[in-house]
């Protein structure tokens, strides 16, 4: 932290003629250069909300690569277009009839489009069928997704990693249940290795290859290979190898399974466990319109998705959330609700007076190579979202610096632990962050920065530093560090 207490502020003494260093953004610049050696790969804008400060501006309308801070963005217009309070419904129906324990006809499951309708959901809504006596049901498991649009399908993400099969890939759907994920586990101990995997589901197999050896330190997560095998059948067999000492276990999160296949196949393992049996096929169509309404599962308001979604920065999360801003805003003509939800999120920028040029938001959720925004623009969302009716919603959603979410392990022992709420960004070559944070008088900042170079690695010393200055030593003095009144950016 040594070199963080080093970041001084530019003093009223300044003057036209001294070293743009000994400005607030000159000692920035300089230490980004010295980090980044590019001049141009830093943006920032930060400014004062609610007392004593200098708006400060470096490469500030440059479009950059923002990464996950255009979360910020969705879920800011979610809460305005959509409301805190509303709510996904998933429903359940039935064309057929109860006799005795049986239901003789289909169980349909309509689709809501919820971000986060989780296993535990599930099993308390399905549950109910054993309540009402029921035990077996004659007909197809049904699942109908006409909640979404999506005419030519969603962008994909080149990941260059190793693993397509990793949670932040998830792509959104309108047959989305439990994230689309299966934890898989393995623990060993005297009686050698055991798997197993939550949810258990029929189409998918462990084949557990892993060793139990003496005990000793539990090894990273890294050393153990997972293989997804997709068999014609349309099964998947996982087989997971490696060396586990006695008394550990180590886990894995994949999504292996189409979304409309995991979900039967979920609301399957759950309805077996239950004692209920199902005989039919499973199947996608339309619910018809006289079926009756057997079942109903809400989920928790807009408010506490918002949560979820900018606290782990949930991707999948994020671009449902995206398509449901479409979906309730189509107009006539529409057949694609991401690009529908991209157009609501333009005109109520637009409506707010914030210029959208060169703004590409993409898919919602920053897991792109394609979405640009400046620091400027960026700033200026973050000074309505401060003022609006729903602030609050917003800034609580956000990880607090050095205690929770993605900002855990950050600035810790800087004094800095929860004396602001920032929403971080990382791709290959970008990191960023945006929210708000407080200096040491208690002025709230709006910050916003990113960093697009090659490598990026040491972006995140560069805007943790950025945040550690606002704090210590603000930029408040008459100094060269001034913004302009129009708001031009500073050299």
């Known amino acids: 932290m040594a070199a963080l207490l080093s970041f001084g502020t530019a003093s009223a003494s300044d003057s036209s003629t001294s070293s743009p260093n000994k400005t607030w953004s000159g000692q920035v610049r300089s230490y980004a250069f010295q980090s980044l050696n590019d001049e141009q790969a830093l943006s920032m804008a930060a400014i004062p909300m609610n007392g004593p400060g200098i708006e400060q501006y470096i490469n500030a309308d440059a479009l950059m690569s923002p990464g996950s801070i255009i979360k910020l963005i969705t879920t800011y217009a979610a809460l305005e277009t959509l409301g805190p309070t509303y709510h996904w419904d998933t429903n359940f129906y039935t064309d057929g009839e109860l006799v005795g324990d049986t239901l003789n006809g289909n169980f349909y499951v309509d689709m809501g489009g919820d971000p986060k309708l989780t296993i535990e959901r599930l099993w308390s809504t399905l549950s109910e069928l054993r309540g009402m006596g029921i035990s077996a049901i004659n007909g197809n498991l049904v699942l109908d997704g006409d909640v979404f649009r999506l005419a030519d399908g969603l962008p994909g993400f080149d990941d260059n990693g190793d693993n397509p099969h990793a949670p932040f890939l998830v792509q959104p759907s309108p047959y989305l249940s439990n994230l689309n994920l299966v934890h898989f586990q393995v623990r060993a101990d005297e009686r050698g290795t055991q798997a197993w995997s939550a949810p258990s589901l029929n189409d998918v197999v462990i084949d557990n290859r892993v060793t139990a050896t003496a005990e000793g330190p539990c090894p990273a997560r890294r050393r153990f290979e997972w293989e997804p095998i997709f068999h014609e059948d349309h099964r998947v067999t996982v087989r997971v190898t490696g060396e586990l000492p006695q008394g550990c276990r180590t886990t894995a999160y994949l999504s292996v399974l189409p979304h409309e296949q995991y979900t039967a196949s979920l609301i399957r393992s759950l309805l077996t466990d239950m004692g209920i049996e199902i005989s039919g096929k499973s199947l996608l169509a339309d619910t018809p319109d006289d079926a009756r309404l057997m079942l109903r599962t809400t989920s928790p308001d807009l408010v506490t998705m918002v949560r979820d979604i900018n606290k782990w920065s949930s991707n999948v999360m994020a671009r449902q959330l995206l398509l449901s801003i479409g979906a309730e805003h189509r107009l006539e003509g529409d057949e694609d609700d991401r690009v529908a939800g991209i157009r609501v999120i333009y005109q109520w920028l637009q409506e707010k007076g914030i210029n959208t040029a060169g703004m590409v938001i993409d898919n919602g959720a920053g897991l792109t190579r394609h979405g640009r925004i400046t620091a400027r623009q960026g700033a200026q969302i973050l000074q309505h979202a401060w003022n609006s009716d729903y602030s609050a919603d917003l800034m609580a959603s956000m990880p607090l610096i050095a205690m929770d979410g993605t900002m855990a392990r950050r600035l810790r022992n800087a004094g800095l632990d929860g004396k602001g709420r920032i929403k971080t960004g990382y791709l290959e070559n970008v990191r960023s962050i945006a929210g708000f944070t407080k200096d040491d008088t208690n002025t709230t900042w709006a910050v916003v920065g990113m960093v697009n170079n090659d490598p990026a690695w040491n972006g995140q010393a560069?805007?943790?530093?950025?945040?550690?200055?606002?704090?210590?030593?603000?930029?408040?003095?008459?100094?060269?560090?001034?913004?302009?009144?129009?708001?031009?950016?500073?050299?």
């Open 462 to 491: 560069v805007l943790d530093r950025i945040i550690y200055s606002l704090h210590h030593r603000p930029p408040t003095g008459t100094t060269l560090s001034q913004a302009p009144s129009s708001g031009t950016e500073i050299r």
